[in-house]
Structures are given as structure tokens and as C-alpha cells.
């Protein structure tokens, strides 16, 4: 074959590996967004749970076997992460706790998702305004058609409320 031939069949190759690779990442990315938003929207639920009041619903979002990772200790399993949430609503009646997806990516093999995002917490301590943000990295595990959390640490990178904060010290 002559030089010039091989150089064609080179670049039709590579057109044509071009065009496969487009055309896979163009199917996968419904796919991609589905979990994305699947996981952001059991996220909401969780925020919304927390905000309600209702932490024996937040059993429904989470594999059973379920960490919790904090600076204030672990917590494993679902029966025990509704009680830790229980137990912070009774002591915080105030409490606001959100968590914001920055980003999802998942792994369709595994049938795992990776949210990383920012979170916060706000209450009264002893009459003064209390406040943590810090960031989170969860582990979403895809389960019976849907979305639970298996795992999440959470990180408080910094913390307002003299009374509070300097009890952490």
C-alpha cells in the first residue's frame, strides 16, 4: 500500500474512532444528567427532611448500612443516623442545615454517584448566633431503582459563634 493510502486509511480511522467516541459520550450524557439529578433531587428531599423536622424520614435515603462522617464522631448504620438527627433537632430546635451539590459524577458500572458540594449549619448557642460552613463529599449507591446515600463526610472549615466555636478549641 502506498504511503499516501495508508495516510487516508490513518485518517479515516481516527475519524471513524472520533465519531464512535462522540457519539457514545452523546448517549451517555442523558444518562449522566438522569443521575445527576437524581441524586440532587434526594438531595433536596434530605434538606427539606431536615427542615421539617422529620428525621426518621431520612431512613428512606439511605442504604442501611449507611457512615456518617463528622468532626463531632461517626455514625453507621440507619437507624442510628436517624437518632443522631433526633437527638441534634431536640438540642438545636432552631437549627438550619443545608447541603449544596456542586458537582455529580457517577460510575454506571459500579452503580455509584460522587456528590461534592458545600454545607452549612446555623442555631442559637446560649442566646448568640452560631454558624459552620465547610464543605462534603458523599458516596450515592444506585439500590432498588433509586438513589441512597452510603456514605458522607462532612468537613466544617469555619465557624462563627464566639461561645460555641471556642468550646471546639
Same mark, same amino acid.
Given at each position: 500500500?502506498? !504511503?499516501?493510502?495508508?495516510a487516508?486509511? +490513518?485518517?479515516?480511522? &481516527?475519524? /471513524?474512532? &472520533?465519531?464512535?467516541?462522540?457519539g =457514545?459520550a452523546?448517549?451517555m &450524557? !442523558?444518562?449522566?444528567?438522569?443521575?445527576?439529578?437524581?441524586?440532587?433531587r434526594?438531595?433536596?428531599?434530605?434538606?427539606?427532611i431536615?427542615?421539617?423536622?422529620k !428525621?426518621?424520614?431520612?431512613?428512606?435515603?439511605?442504604?442501611d448500612?449507611?457512615?456518617?462522617?463528622?468532626?463531632?464522631?461517626?455514625?453507621?448504620?440507619? %437507624?442510628?443516623?436517624? #437518632?443522631?438527627?433526633?437527638?441534634l433537632l431536640? %438540642?438545636?430546635p432552631?437549627?438550619?442545615?443545608?447541603?449544596?451539590?456542586?458537582?455529580?459524577e457517577?460510575?454506571p458500572?459500579? %452503580?455509584f &454517584?460522587?456528590e +461534592?458540594?458545600?454545607? $452549612?449549619? /446555623?442555631?442559637?448557642e446560649?442566646?448568640?448566633?452560631?454558624?459552620?460552613?465547610?464543605?462534603?463529599?458523599?458516596?450515592?449507591?444506585?439500590?432498588d431503582? #433509586?438513589?441512597r446515600?452510603?456514605?458522607?463526610?462532612?468537613?466544617?472549615? $469555619? =465557624?462563627?459563634?464566639?461561645?460555641? =466555636? %471556642? $468550646?471546639?478549641?
Amino acid at each position: 500500500m502506498r !504511503p499516501q493510502a495508508r495516510a487516508a486509511v +490513518r485518517i479515516l480511522l &481516527a475519524s /471513524s474512532i &472520533a465519531i464512535l467516541v462522540a457519539g =457514545c459520550a452523546h448517549i451517555m &450524557a !442523558p444518562w449522566a444528567k438522569r443521575a445527576e439529578g437524581d441524586v440532587d433531587r434526594q438531595r433536596q428531599q434530605w434538606n427539606q427532611i431536615v427542615a421539617y423536622r422529620k !428525621p426518621a424520614d431520612l431512613a428512606a435515603l439511605v442504604t442501611d448500612d449507611v457512615q456518617l462522617i463528622t468532626s463531632a464522631g461517626v455514625v453507621s448504620g440507619k %437507624k442510628n443516623l436517624a #437518632r443522631s438527627y433526633a437527638s441534634l433537632l431536640q %438540642k438545636r430546635p432552631d437549627l438550619v442545615q443545608i447541603f449544596t451539590p456542586e458537582s455529580v459524577e457517577w460510575n454506571p458500572k459500579w %452503580k455509584f &454517584a460522587a456528590e +461534592r458540594g458545600h454545607w $452549612s449549619e /446555623s442555631w442559637q448557642e446560649q442566646g448568640e448566633d452560631t454558624e459552620i460552613r465547610g464543605s462534603y463529599y458523599a458516596l450515592w449507591k444506585l439500590k432498588d431503582g #433509586r438513589w441512597r446515600l452510603y456514605s458522607q463526610i462532612v468537613t466544617p472549615l $469555619s =465557624c462563627a459563634g464566639a461561645r460555641y =466555636c %471556642k $468550646s471546639l478549641e
